[in-house]
Nanobody, 116 residues
Framework: QVQLVESGGGLVQAGGSLRLSCAVS???????MGWYRQAPGKQRDLVAT???????NYADSVKGRFTISRDISKNTVYLQMNSLKPEDTAVYYC???????????WGLGTQVTVSS
């Protein structure tokens, strides 16, 4: 059974940094790994993804500040978050996707709070 275990969330002041980790257990082919976030009263939005082959995509709001990376051998995806802003406060969800057969997997979420 596939499980996603997130870690690294917490409280940080504006301008600080955090690194989120998501370790995926289970033997499946993973085509996309990434992070979404959902702030109170707002929709869940894509933050960053890395696709098989290494291509990355970022939300405009985090470009230049966040970096997504992966360790294939450990089946782990990371999100390095620098220059954090209060607007980054949200629950961050690890996300993986396989294309064939089509399936999405979500972590339980980890809280990131950025104080002003």
């Amino acid at each position: 059974q596939v499980q996603l275990v997130e870690s690294g969330g917490g409280l940080v002041q504006a301008g600080g940094s955090l690194r989120l980790s998501c370790a995926v257990s289970g033997s499946i082919r993973i085509n996309v790994m990434g992070w979404y976030r959902q702030a109170p009263g707002k929709q869940r939005d894509l933050v960053a993804t890395v696709i098989s082959g290494g291509n990355t995509n970022y939300a405009d709001s985090v470009k230049g500040r966040f970096t997504i990376s992966r360790d294939i051998s450990k089946n782990t995806v990371y999100l390095q978050m620098n220059s954090l802003k209060p607007e980054d406060t949200a629950v961050y969800y690890c996300y993986i996707k396989r294309w064939v057969p089509s399936m999405d997997y979500w972590g339980l979420g980890t809280q990131v709070t950025v104080s002003s």
